[in-house]
């Protein structure tokens, strides 16, 4: 895969998500987890969501139990992430970041990032209207210190 957009995931739902749909957006992408500490910065991922969406900011969570912190169905971890963290974006079935049978478009984020291995749920990535990477941030970077990342990009 050559883009962010030759790739497709899954909703919960069942429903198709077409990242070539989000071309001309700022996208970002996260791998969650539900049970894991750092899962309150889900109620900030949805803030900046809710603040910027109409300008072009969109996020796919992608929850994954590679490190044995999240529920066991996606139907438990879709109401979970909805009740106690208000989550409205968009979720994936859960898939795994690392790893021989890992999600593709991890493989594809972690080789343009160049920086290996996802080490922890909540890893997250930027990706500017063009498609290309703007930055990986580590899991226990903040949503609100990768607002100004968010701002600047949707200004271009």
């Not at 969650?32 to 900030?44: F, I, R, V």
């Not at 609100?144 to 949707?154: F, G, H, N, Q």
Request: hydrophobic share 35%; proline share 5%.
């Amino acid at each position: 895969m050559s883009s962010i957009y030759d790739f497709q995931e899954t909703e919960m739902s069942g429903k198709p998500i077409n990242l070539a749909d989000y071309s001309g957006k700022v996208l970002m992408i996260v791998n969650t987890a539900s049970k894991c500490g750092l899962a309150p910065q889900l109620e900030g991922i949805e803030k900046l969501y809710k603040q910027y969406n109409d300008q072009g900011f969109e996020v796919i969570g992608l929850p994954s139990n590679q490190f044995h912190q999240e529920l066991d169905s996606d139907e438990e971890t879709e109401a979970y992430c909805q009740m106690h963290y208000g989550v409205t974006f968009p979720m994936t079935k859960q898939v795994r970041v690392n790893g021989d049978d890992e999600d593709p478009l991890f493989t594809y984020l972690k080789d343009t990032a160049g920086h290996g291995r996802i080490k922890w749920n909540f890893t997250k990535f930027l990706i500017g209207r063009d498609g290309q990477l703007i930055d990986r941030y580590a899991p226990v970077t903040k949503p609100e210190k990768i607002e100004p990342d968010i701002v600047e990009a949707l200004a271009k």
